[in-house]
T-cell receptor, first 115, second 115 residues
Framework: DAGVTQSPTHLIKTRGQQVTLRCSPK?????VSWYQQALGQGPQFIFQ???????QRGNFPDRFSGHQFPNYSSELNVNALLLGDSALYLC??????????????FGPGTRLLVL | KNQVEQSPQSLIILEGKNCTLQ??????????LRWYKQDTGRGPVSLTI?????NTKSNGRYTATLDADTKQSSLHITASQLSDSASYIC??????????????FGKGTKLSVIP
């Protein structure tokens, strides 16, 4: 079991560009959540996908959008990049949304640098 | 605004010593509280999950306690090892409707274990 995988590992973009980050959940998991973690901060919730739909969303602008595919993998898209979007983007997968005790498994993250 | 505050911000201890990390939260309502370990440049890994009815939970040398009345939690690490050097993040889950929940992360305590 490869666990949660993310690609790419690192990315450098310039302001105004668009970026797509990818995540494959742990085998058997059907729910994917995305987080943004700035340096020295805890992760901030962006949104969560279940059954190919956005089920929850944190306090992020519409520039942040996502998608979940039938195989449960997911993409995070960020348009019109700002310098402040530079962060580690974490994907977490879990099984059975609504199970209060279920553990989220995190991927290694994608480090995005916006110049 | 629901918050999760952790202390200390950073901590240096000698290998073999014990330490205790603190977490205070204002999240309400409350589903469960989690402690994660995050190595530098990697995704967080779950250590413990406790519901409001649980006072303590152990995972090897890690023991978490919870006082839901005072909204405080602690993570005690026994006989520290060099590999314990990491950030320890306190996370509180609150129900968000439709059988789901949202996670609020603390900023973490950066622990350094030195020989």
């Amino acid at each position: 079991d490869a666990g949660v995988t993310q690609s790419p590992t690192h990315l450098i973009k310039t302001r105004g560009q668009q970026v797509t980050l990818r995540c494959s959940p742990k085998s058997g998991h059907d729910t994917v959540s995305w987080y943004q973690q700035a340096l020295g901060q805890g992760p901030q919730f962006i949104f969560q996908y279940y059954e190919e739909e956005e089920r929850q969303r944190g306090n992020f602008p519409d520039r942040f959008s996502g998608h979940q595919f039938p195989n449960y993998s997911s993409e995070l898209n960020v348009n019109a990049l700002l310098l402040g979007d530079s962060a580690l983007y974490l994907c977490a997968s879990s099984l059975a949304i609504g199970q209060v005790q279920e553990t989220q498994y995190f991927g290694p993250g994608t480090r995005l640098l916006v110049l | 605004k629901n918050q999760v505050e952790q202390s200390p911000q950073s901590l240096i201890i000698l290998e073999g010593k014990n330490c205790t990390l603190q977490c205070n939260y204002t999240v309400s309502p409350f589903s469960n509280l989690r402690w994660y370990k995050q190595d530098t440049g990697r995704g967080p890994v779950s250590l413990t999950i406790m519901t409001f009815s649980e006072n303590t939970k152990s995972n090897g040398r890690y023991t978490a306690t919870l006082d839901a009345d005072t909204k405080q939690s602690s993570l005690h690490i026994t006989a520290s090892q060099l590999s314990d050097s990491a950030s320890y993040i306190c996370v509180v889950a609150e129900p968000s409707g439709a059988g789901s929940y949202q996670l609020t992360f603390g900023k973490g305590t950066k622990l350094s274990v030195i020989p």
